[in-house]
């Protein structure tokens, strides 16, 4: 399994649709030379209120796409689905598999003042995963769990900005506008594409930070420690395929690729 893989292979980038595209243009800009596939699941989505054991199943399906097409390094590109496979996965395949999980160290290690929002899926917030990691901090700082059900379909629908998104945002954060809040965590790869709605609500002065580079810099180390960084001199190649028929969930993945 992944035997012939080599410097010019690919790298898999999964999410539950288009979400992970907020992570996979941040690898497209670090290492431009590489190549990539992205496989968007929104046929099935959200992932973010399915039972652990659906999204599981899931990912694993999405695996056997990306072993049919010989990447060298999968990164699931979705807070979702790593909670709920991330473990099994590294269990059963010899590739690098890297996941994404909330920014709540960077946020923490901020030492700004106020309260420290993790926006994220109704099931990454409820995961073992998560919550251990919370844990970690929960003493040195004031950690607010935030769900957002959704705010996914609005990205999914290609719909980042309007009164509709403005409405639902002010709902979820109107019980935190009257206190400091000093930094919000995007803990889904879809929100980093409302985060321009999001400052507009809560203003200039709080940091809103989610976790794609550090793990495209994880990636990155991976791939340099087992030598399979691609050296060739051109930009490399992006495939994007998507679970689903309608055609125009791959051309937004196309625009929301090239939007910064």
């Not at 709920?84 to 160290?105: D, F, H, M, Q, S």
């Not at 106020?114 to 929960?138: R, S």
């Amino acid at each position: 399994m992944y035997n012939t893989v080599d410097k010019n292979s690919p790298i898999g980038f999964f999410d539950s649709g288009v979400g992970g595209i907020s992570v996979m243009r941040r690898a497209v800009e670090l290492m431009p030379n590489e190549n990539y596939i992205y496989f968007g699941d929104s046929k099935n989505a959200p992932y973010g209120v399915k039972h652990a054991d659906e999204v599981r199943k899931l990912t694993f399906n999405a695996m056997k796409f990306f072993e049919e097409s010989g990447v060298k390094a999968v990164v699931i590109a979705c807070n979702t689905a790593t909670s709920a496979a991330i473990k099994e996965l590294r269990e059963t395949y010899n590739i690098p598999i890297i996941g994404i999980e909330p920014a709540i160290k960077p946020a923490v290690e901020s030492k700004k003042q106020g309260k420290i929002i993790i926006m994220a899926t109704t099931m990454t917030l409820a995961e073992k995963k998560f919550n251990n990691l919370m844990d970690k901090y929960k003493d040195e700082r004031e950690i607010i769990k935030l769900p957002a059900p959704g705010l996914v379909e609005f990205v999914e629908s290609g719909i980042f900005s309007g009164e509709e998104v403005m409405e639902f945002l002010k709902e979820k954060l109107s019980p935190y506008l009257n206190s400091k809040i000093s930094t919000i965590v995007l803990g889904c790869t879809h929100y980093p594409f409302v985060k321009n709605a999001i400052q507009d609500i809560v203003g200039e002065d709080v940091d809103i930070i989610d976790g794609s580079y550090g793990t495209i810099r994880e990636l990155k180390r991976k791939l340099e420690k087992i030598n399979l960084i691609n050296d060739q001199r051109e930009d490399g190649y992006v495939k994007i395929f998507n679970s689903s028929e309608d055609k125009k969930i791959v051309e937004l993945c196309k625009v929301l690729l090239k939007t910064k």
